[in-house]
Nanobody
Framework: QVQLVESGGGLVQAGGSLRLSCAAS????????MAWFRQAPGKEREFVAQ????????DYADSVKGRFTISRDNAANTIYLQMNSLKPEDTAVYYC????????????????WGQGTQVTVSS
């Protein structure tokens, strides 16, 4: 079993930056694909970014490409999401997720989820 805990959310002005962290426990996530999803009020959960187990492959939603960077520290069992040039439309609860087998943009393919951290971007 894998437990995921996100942190680093908060309130920031448009154009600002935040760095989200996702700390894993229970077992190592070194062999897991890790991803970030987000869900805004009244909207479905959407894919943001994912990273392969080795960290050698990354994938981003078009809406965040060039602004967000996903990374991982397998020794620390932690995943990060650096968010720059934030926009009001980035406001959402951000979730970390883990998937054992392959990279996917589908939330239903992910086995483990954190509780989420709120990111609010003011205009």
């Amino acid at each position: 079993q894998v437990q995921l805990v996100e942190s680093g959310g908060g309130l920031v002005q448009a154009g600002g930056s935040l760095r989200l962290s996702c700390a894993a426990s229970g077992r190592t996530v070194s062999f897991y694909v890790m991803a970030w999803f987000r869900q805004a009020p009244g909207k479905e959960r959407e894919f943001v970014a994912q990273i392969s187990a080795s960290g050698g492959q990354t994938d981003y939603a078009d809406s965040v490409k060039g602004r967000f960077t996903i990374s991982r520290d397998n020794a620390a069992n932690t995943i990060y999401l650096q968010m720059n040039s934030l926009k009001p439309e980035d406001t959402a609860v951000y979730y970390c997720a883990a998937e054992r087998i392959y990279m996917s943009r589908k939330s239903s393919d992910y086995d483990y989820w954190g509780q989420g951290t709120q990111v609010t971007v003011s205009s």
